[in-house]
């Protein structure tokens, strides 16, 4: 089959299976749901989360600059990644960081951290289903079977803690349901012209329903992606960008009693690719596509993400304590051509290995005109990070050729954080609410640190590269003449003291002043000129389809061609 001018196309199938009890119910309602139309979809009742209190908010009347997206918007908007959203929520930037694939490079407001370096910490915190993603790494991949998606703007360190100074990205996964439901989906795009890249595939299925009546719960879904290849590698002729993975995530919520329920889920991702397709502008010019790399290069990853929810009801406040506990894996090995040619001059290797673990308990309620939430948080982590870089032409002519040339090193690092916090709103009139918090937080990192140097091989992640004596390597080439220390140890201690303070006042009626009325805002969307990593290079990847987009030219680090995509939102007032 030949794609010739437009192979931005989506194909989309789902079939929704409700329990034969309530299969004769509403055929006039139904009848109606089905005319609605995705602007309609989109403007719906939004609720939040972020706030952390003991009901759910609508989205209009919280007093935080947001853009959320419930299932029926993240549908419409046809999200698949949370890179989508850059284009409809304003003043925020959601990208891969161009150099590794898969590792985000988010903005907000302005504030953002551009690196694949994993010990450099984000400044916008990404939570899934209440748990922080302690790296940056692995954070932009497929999404799929969505509650919701809240997009914070400005500082959030009192409710969520650390590494939000940009804001904050809260994704909700779906719960399991009451009554057994079946969807599968499936969507196909590609590159816009012809004899360039392949096509992009991506194929879903989620399964939930009861297990015992009333009782438990459950859930299992699967996606799988592959991609030809978004562009054309002009030194072999071969597509470049490829990927295949697939997601599996399950979920069981148990609820022994009313006012008791445990809600675990356990998502398992494998993903394969390309390494990062980079063009170097000495060679081609920047208002195309054209590429020409020696080594393709290639990452590979694993990541196990699971959480333990467990919510009490409780007479005091008429409210509910809540703990969320989190845990994750990540490892990754991953090759990238750094210069960009057709030539080694620079290639880099990588492995990186995080696990971590993250606790919080908290307890929201009410007392007359006081909103009260407040809790305890726990979080730690490991990292190891090994980083290769072949540079052939730094080797010394005289070095014998029996003896390696590479530079090795990395390093490794053990964070732990505890937090305390507290967060009080008083409704001054019905129309006027006050808001006090605190925060107080203890932080600890020890790391070492192995010099990216000429060193015989060795691998941090598998414990052969050791931060203490000194380079052999650069030993021999001097004669002994200098000794070159292999690298150092550090333990940082930080904690916030005093206590953060933040308080506010905020009038609903500034906010909503046609509460009955939804509001959307729509807002086009350019490509950020900023550059990827040197000033000669930049780096792709591949556009995410939308049902508002048909035609996209993306250079992810060259505002040279426009983003022609817009689409709506629903937003608070406040000014972003």
Same mark, same amino acid.
């Given at each position: ?82 890179? $989508? ?23 907000? +407001? ?20 209440? !748990?922080?993603?302690? !790296? ?25 803690? +650390?590494? /939000? %100074? ?19 989906? %499936? ?34 879904? !699967? ?6 290849? *978004? ?16 997601? *599996? ?11 008791? /329920? ?11 690719? =390309? ?23 290639? &990452? ?8 333990? +929810? ?19 894996? *990540? ?5 990238? =051509?750094?210069?960009? %040619? ?23 309620? /009410?007392?007359?005109?006081? =909103?009260?939430?407040? &809790? ?9 990070? %090994? ?28 964070? /732990? ?33 192995? *010099?990216?140097?000429? +060193?015989?091989?060795?691998? !941090? ?84 389809? $939308? ?30």
């Amino acid at each position: 089959m030949t794609f010739n001018k437009m192979l931005m196309t989506s194909a989309s199938a789902a079939l929704v299976l409700i329990a034969p009890a309530y299969a004769q119910e509403g055929t006039a309602a139904e009848e109606t749901a089905s005319r609605e139309s995705a602007i309609e979809r989109v403007l719906g009742t939004v609720t939040v989360t972020a706030t952390k209190k003991a009901d759910v908010e609508d989205v209009q009347t919280v007093a935080v600059a947001m853009t959320a997206y419930n299932a029926d918007t993240l549908d419409a908007l046809n999200v698949t990644t949370l890179e $989508s959203l850059s284009y409809s929520s304003p003043n925020v930037s959601l990208d891969d960081v161009g150099t590794a694939r898969g590792t985000a490079n988010f903005a907000i +407001r302005g504030l953002g951290v551009n690196s694949s370096i994993p010990s450099i910490d984000p400044a916008v915190g990404v939570f899934v289903d209440g !748990v922080y993603l302690g !790296v940056n790494s692995g954070v932009v991949v497929d999404l799929f079977d969505l509650d919701s998606i809240e997009v914070l703007r400005g500082p959030q360190g009192l409710l969520f803690g +650390r590494n /939000t %100074t940009g804001g904050a990205i809260v994704v909700n996964t779906a719960n399991p349901t009451d009554e057994f439901s079946f969807k599968a989906r %499936t969507s196909v795009d590609g590159p816009v012209d012809s004899d360039r890249g392949g096509a992009n595939a991506n194929v879903q299925a989620i399964v939930s329903g009861p297990l015992i009546e009333n009782l438990l719960n459950g859930k299992f879904g !699967v996606s799988y992606n592959t991609d030809a290849g *978004y562009f054309k590698n002009e030194f072999n002729g071969d597509n470049h960008g490829e990927l295949q993975s697939v997601t *599996y995530r399950g979920a069981l919520e148990f609820m022994p009693t009313d006012a008791l /329920t445990f809600l675990g889920k356990l998502e398992y991702t494998d993903s394969r690719s =390309d390494g990062p397709s980079g063009k170097n502008h000495a060679f081609f010019d920047r208002d195309n596509f054209d590429m020409s790399i020696n080594n393709p290069g290639f &990452g590979e990853s694993e990541t196990i993400l699971g959480s333990l +929810r467990t919510d009490l009801d409780v007479g005091f406040g008429n409210g509910v304590i809540t703990n969320i506990f989190g845990y994750r894996n *990540y490892e990754s090995t991953s090759s990238a =051509d750094i210069d960009a %040619t057709p030539f080694t001059l620079f290639h880099s290797n990588a492995e990186f290995d995080q696990e971590q673990f993250s606790n919080e308990l908290r307890y929201a309620g /009410t007392f007359d005109k006081l =909103d009260l939430t407040t &809790g305890l948080y726990y979080f730690e982590q490991t990292l190891d990070y %090994t980083e290769i870089r072949n540079l052939p032409t730094t080797r010394p002519p005289t070095l014998p050729a029996s003896i390696p040339w590479g530079f090795y090193g990395g390093g490794t690092l053990d964070h /732990t954080v505890w937090g305390a916090f507290a967060n009080i709103d008083y409704s001054l009139t019905d129309k006027l609410i006050a808001t006090l918090g605190v925060r107080y937080s203890v932080e600890e990192k020890a790391g070492d640190v192995i *010099y990216i140097r000429p +060193r015989m091989p060795c691998s !941090v992640v598998q414990g052969t590269c050791s931060p203490d004596g000194f380079n052999s390597l650069i030993s021999l080439i001097t004669g002994g003449a200098v000794q070159e220390p292999n690298g150092f140890s550090d333990l940082m201690n930080g904690r916030t003291g005093p206590p953060r303070l933040a308080s506010s006042i905020s009038g609903t009626t500034m906010f909503n002043p046609t509460p009955t009325i939804p509001r959307a805002s729509v807002r086009a969307a350019t490509t950020s000129a900023s550059p990827t990593c040197r000033s000669s290079t930049s780096s792709w990847r591949r556009p995410a389809a $939308s049902a508002s987009m048909k035609k996209k030219w993306t250079h992810t680090k060259s505002a040279s061609r426009p983003r022609a995509k817009m689409a709506a939102s629903r937003s608070t007032a406040l000014p972003s």
